[in-house]
């Protein structure tokens, strides 16, 4: 008798499609190339850096609701987004130059944070919604590490993504994902809708603010109107943050079926040094 496919191994087969939409997208081919302008990446690494401070909340929301069996398990998802990756973008940071504190959100980010934080309100419809970014970033990686870029930044963070302990990640999600499935705090329509708009934020995060990408063009070439656009930014975030003191601090995976293979994993020993 053949094994029903789980809900999650359901979702990651439905998401295959937008993870290639992804590969496609002018700032992941030029990662892939090694050739990405860099003022291309610090506006992307700024604006995840942001994305990840929320992220720890949208762990920290589900761990409210979640059953005993999981508490745990987002508890130290949160701690390892905090501890780890934010760490491993502020390392990054310095190696871009990139603007942690002055950077303000772009269009993209908003809004996927937004949708995150909405979504997670709900303990099954939050685990669906996250779950591009833990099982996509995942994929990513193990998919642009079969042609590694030369440049050695952009193949560190190649390898941070590919790594199986990233993977794990994303496996401990799915599974928390499938038993809510199981015992009946999600429905599969309502997985499927929270996990498509999450692919589609997913792919608009690629377009960077202030660069070519966020036009629609080629991520790459010249920086013309990046750096000031990035003052621009950098001014607002001042200003925004005038007398209220340093942000606080927040992503992370599992890798399901595809028509390339499925690895999935176990531990997050590695995870911290690439996504920051």
Excluded at 81 to 97: G, I, K, P, V
Excluded at 181 to 188: K, N, S, V
Aim: charged letters at 25%; proline letters at 6%; aromatic letters at 8%.
């Amino acid at each position: 008798m053949c094994r029903v496919p789980t809900l999650s191994e359901r979702l990651a087969e439905r998401g295959m499609p937008g993870v290639r939409a992804q590969l496609e997208h002018p700032t992941v081919a030029g990662i892939a190339r090694g050739n990405l302008d860099p003022e291309v990446f610090r506006s992307w690494l700024e604006q995840d850096y942001l994305f990840l401070l929320d992220y720890v909340r949208v762990f920290a929301r589900l761990a409210w609701q979640a059953p005993d069996q999981h508490l745990g398990e987002l508890v130290d998802l949160a701690h390892s987004t905090w501890h780890d990756e934010l760490a491993l973008h502020r390392r990054l940071a310095a190696e871009f130059d990139a603007d942690l504190i002055g950077a303000v959100k772009g269009p993209a980010c908003t809004a996927y944070s937004r949708f995150l934080l909405e979504a997670a309100s709900d303990y099954g419809r939050g685990l669906a919604a996250l779950l591009p970014c833990m099982w996509g970033y995942s994929t990513l990686g193990r998919l642009l590490a079969e042609h590694p870029p030369e440049e050695a930044r952009y193949a560190r963070w190649v390898a941070t993504y590919a790594d199986p302990a990233f993977a794990a990640l994303a496996a401990r999600c799915a599974a928390m994902l499938d038993d809510a499935h199981h015992q009946g705090r999600l429905d599969e329509p309502v997985a499927v809708a929270a996990f498509d708009e999450g692919m589609r934020q997913e792919l608009a995060f690629w377009d960077v603010p202030g660069t070519e990408s966020d036009e629609g063009s080629p991520a790459g070439g010249t920086t013309a109107g990046v750096s000031e656009e990035r003052e621009v930014e950098r001014a607002r975030g001042l200003a925004a943050r005038a007398g209220r003191g340093s942000p606080a601090e927040t992503r992370s995976v599992f890798v399901g079926p595809s028509d390339e293979g499925s690895p999935a994993g176990g531990t997050t020993a590695g995870v911290s040094e690439e996504r920051e």
